[in-house]
């Protein structure tokens, strides 16, 4: 079965880094664009970071630019979200997601999250 299983978060004080995790099951890891949402309460779900299947091109929200770094190892199956500088509005529950197509249907999953709570 398919499994996006979150870990890292916690709580973490203004200024501070913290790195979350991905590890993914039940596809074909390699050949999918991997990105990191995030919520928080009251809030859409934003985009905060995509890392693609080929060439491992990355991009990142504007307010996450200098700050965060997206990562992955095709051969652990897992992506990372290197977080540095964090500010209390970076509070939200963070979210993998999976993304690939097999033509005319794009597969997208979903983890359960991580809480990322930053906070004196």
């Known amino acids: 079965q398919v499994q996006l299983v979150e870990s890292g978060g916690g709580l973490v004080q203004p200024g501070g880094s913290l790195r979350v995790s991905c590890v993914a099951s039940g596809f074909t890891f390699s050949r999918y664009t991997m990105s990191w949402y995030r919520q928080a309460p009251g809030k859409e779900r934003e985009l905060v970071a995509t890392i693609t299947s080929v060439g491992n091109s990355t991009i990142y929200a504007d307010s996450m630019k200098g700050r965060f770094t997206i990562s992955r190892d095709n051969a652990k199956n897992t992506v990372h979200l290197q977080m540095n500088s964090l500010k209390p509005e970076d509070t939200a529950v963070y979210y993998c997601?999976?993304?690939?197509?097999?033509?005319?249907?794009?597969?997208?999953?979903w983890g359960q999250g991580t809480q990322v709570t930053v906070s004196s």
């Open positions: 997601n999976a993304r690939g197509s097999r033509w005319p249907i794009t597969n997208v999953y």
